[in-house]
């Protein structure tokens, strides 16, 4: 069984730009959660997202958005991007229905400069 | 105050011994606990869930819950170098399904061959 698959594991950008990072979840997994990692904050939750739905919404601005696509398939985005933006983003998959045993995908490393 | 504390060590073991790891939350309405162990440089791997009160036992490991007194642990047994690792103790927060994990700073368990 695959596992939870990110994209891309690395990005560089700059000030002021976008971003878009993909996630896939495991097969069968209906919920993906997005978390960003920094060393000063630890694992912070970004959102949740079920069957297409935003189910939780962490303490995050708006430029932070994400969605998910009918097969479960999720993207976050990140507008004006600052530089305390960088960090590891990491995607978790889990059921949605049955408990919330998270699986995490390798994650993204953005660095913004 | 936090809503999941841990001591961010580092817990330093010999090898061989057991590790035991604490972690106290504040939402007393939380249902579901997760222990995630996770190397430097990687992501977070699951490696225990528990949803009820008392102990539960996966191999060399044991997650213990008391939610009477907000408290879970998580204890190695044999402790080996490969356990080397932070430690990151996470609430699910609120109801059960909600996939929105608050996730402690973690805890740098060392063992020493």
């Known amino acids: 069984k695959a596992g939870v698959t990110q994209t891309p594991r690395y990005l560089i950008k700059t000030r002021g730009q976008q971003v878009t990072l993909s996630c896939s979840p495991i097969s069968g997994h209906r919920s993906v959660s997005w978390y960003q990692q920094t060393p000063g904050q630890g694992l912070q939750f970004l959102f949740e997202y079920f069957s297409e739905t935003q189910r939780n919404k962490g303490n995050f601005p708006g430029r932070f958005s994400g969605r998910q696509f009918s097969n479960s398939r999720s993207e976050m985005n990140v507008s004006t991007l600052e530089l305390g933006d960088s960090a590891l983003y990491l995607c978790?998959?889990?059921?949605?229905?049955?408990?919330?045993?998270?699986?995490f995908g390798q994650g993204t490393r953005l660095t913004v400069v | 105050q936090k809503e999941v504390e841990q001591n961010s060590g580092p817990l330093s073991v010999p090898e061989g011994a057991i590790a035991s790891l604490n972690c106290t939350y504040s939402?007393?309405?939380?249902?579901?606990f997760f222990w995630y162990r996770q190397y430097s440089g990687k992501s977070p791997e699951l490696i225990m869930f528990?949803?009820?009160?008392g102990d539960k036992e996966d191999g060399r490991f044991t997650a213990q819950l008391n939610k009477a007194s907000q408290y879970v642990s998580l204890l190695i047994r044999d402790s080996q170098p490969s356990d080397s690792a932070t430690y990151l103790c996470?609430?699910?927060?609120?109801?059960?399904?909600?996939?929105?994990?608050?996730f402690g700073q973690g805890t740098t368990l060392q063992v020493k061959p």
């Open positions: 939402d007393r309405g939380s249902q579901s």
């Open positions: 528990i949803y009820s009160n």
């Open positions: 978790a998959s889990s059921p949605g229905t049955e408990g919330t045993e998270a699986f």
């Open positions: 996470a609430v699910e927060r609120g109801s059960s399904n909600t996939g929105k994990l608050i």
